[in-house]
């Protein structure tokens, strides 16, 4: 075994296990036992509450998130089809890239946290693709008879109200307009989105993470601290190092995904998976590590594994607050065209 284990190597397992435990415990009370808000209709992602007589689920867990709110855009008048394509570049400017550097470094390109995470967000933008289609597909159905069965609800339901007001008329327009397009296709969506749209939620906000540690670690410490021959500092290596936290920003600027800080958690264990690989492959003969304070043949282990647990949280925290600031800012500066998601 190339892994020589100490004592102090035990703290070091003890600090990733605990990690791992605690954001099971996190995720086991925000999304296996949700609280619920009996004033909001949602379009589950996981259907976790039977509809209603008229067929709507008027009870859903609040962190659940809509299916429209997968494809759509936060921006009024923004087509979804913007969205769509602007996903679908970022993948293949991503995907190119990553070839790019398996053809310079081969395969072994993936010890490092950083090809972990640009393949994780190529991911994500490869389900955000497929979801923006379908979800730019379904919106485009319209049936011709539907517009027919509309406006006679409304016109039976004025003439059988003759003093309903303008607001009352709007607001049983929309609501059967709701009605008749959501029968059509509810099962559908339903079916579609609810696991695939609940992996691209928990991705998103993996990666969100992912890249601000990454970018953070890369540029703050191994560029001016840590420069070597195997991560000398070029083009390749600038734009692996810049293109994954740019790309996912621009998704977040235009998408309609709200960012609930729980799902840290994921983020947590998507660090622990990789900390483990480290260890299974150096208990299997691997002798290089990729980065020095993953080493566990130095007194200072437990100390460098505390602190990247801790870190965790503001890499998280500072994405979380980006998030925030376009729900705070833009709705001031833009009243009109922005609506704020959450």
Known sequence: MALVVY????ICFGIVAAS???????LWRKELAPKYDSNTIYESLLVAAPPDTDGF???????????SQLWSSCWKGFHPGWLLATR???FLVMAGFLMWDIKEWNATIFMYYTEWTFALVMVYFALATVTSGYGCWTSSLQIPSENLETDEFLRTDVEDNGTTSSATFREKAMKGTIKL???YVEETIRLRAGLWGYLMQTIYQTCAGAVILTDVIFWCIIVPFASNAHLGLNVLMGCMHTLNAAFLLLDTALNSLPFPWFRLAYFVQWSCLYVVFQWVIHACGFTWWPYPFLELDIAWAPLWYFALAVVHVP??????????AKNSIFPRWFPGTFVRSY
């Open 57 to 67: 689920v008027h009870a859903m867990p609040i962190n659940h998130v809509g299916s």
């Open 20 to 26: 791992f435990v605690g954001s099971l415990w996190v």
């Open 88 to 90: 679908f570049i970022s």
């Open 181 to 183: 397009q959501s029968h």
């Open 7 to 10: 004592w102090y190597d035990f």
């Open 315 to 324: 890499c998280y925290g500072i994405y979380a607050l980006i998030v925030k």
